[in-house]
């Protein structure tokens, strides 16, 4: 069964940057399922962030973050990585990484002002 583990989230200041990191154990990621990053804010639902493919030649990201988050992954390490960029408070949420039907525990980012 595969399980999906979240690191690299914290405190830090607006324009600051984190780097996220999703590493998959129990079997390798599917070739035809993207990975994705998500994120919940208190009090608001679950929403999309980025997405790639398998060859990482497709991404899809949400407007607020785009030109500030880059998704990637690294398929020999059967790790994804957000990469995010001049981070802003309304950044601040739990961050998910989802394969499919599976759900890592995520990671609190937050960015104080």
């Known amino acids: 069964q595969m399980q999906l583990v979240e690191s690299g989230g914290g405190l830090v200041q607006a324009g600051e940057s984190l780097r996220l990191s999703c590493a998959a154990s129990g079997r390798t990621f599917s070739y035809g399922i993207m990975v994705g990053w998500f994120r919940q804010a208190p009090g608001k639902e679950r929403e999309l962030v980025a997405r790639i493919n398998w060859s990482g030649s497709s991404t899809i990201y949400a407007d607020s973050v785009k030109g500030r988050f880059t998704i990637s992954r690294d398929n020999a390490k059967n790790t994804a990585y957000l990469q995010m960029n001049s981070l802003k408070p309304e950044d601040t949420a739990v961050y998910y990484c989802?394969?499919?039907?599976?759900w890592g525990q995520g990671t609190q980012v937050t960015v104080a002002s």
């Open positions: 989802n394969h499919g039907n599976v």
